[in-house]
């Protein structure tokens, strides 16, 4: 699995823990959510991603988005 792939896959995990959170621990784990996606708006610009960074720093292979 490439690095892009990864991080997609740890973005997709971590939206849908923080939806069940939500729903069924508490109102206030929406916060987590507006996090994870301000997370990938920023990187979209920035083209930092902290999840690639610990991907790359656990020796998953390079894609092509996050180089």
Same mark, same amino acid.
């Given at each position: 699995?490439?690095?892009? !792939?990864? +991080?997609? &896959? #740890?973005?997709? =995990?971590?939206?849908?823990? @923080? =939806? %069940?959170?939500t729903? /069924? =621990?508490? %109102?206030? #784990? +929406?916060? /987590?959510? =507006?996090?994870?996606?301000?997370?990938?708006?920023?990187? @979209? #610009?920035?083209? /930092?991603?902290?999840?690639?960074?610990? #991907? !790359?720093? &656990?020796?998953?292979?390079?894609?092509?988005?996050?180089?």
């Amino acid at each position: 699995m490439t690095l892009d !792939r990864s +991080v997609l &896959l #740890f973005a997709g =995990v971590m939206v849908l823990l @923080s =939806v %069940a959170l939500t729903a /069924f =621990v508490s %109102a206030h #784990f +929406v916060w /987590f959510t =507006v996090f994870i996606g301000a997370n990938l708006i920023q990187s @979209s #610009f920035t083209g /930092f991603c902290p999840a690639a960074t610990a #991907f !790359r720093a &656990l020796g998953i292979k390079k894609g092509c988005a996050f180089e």
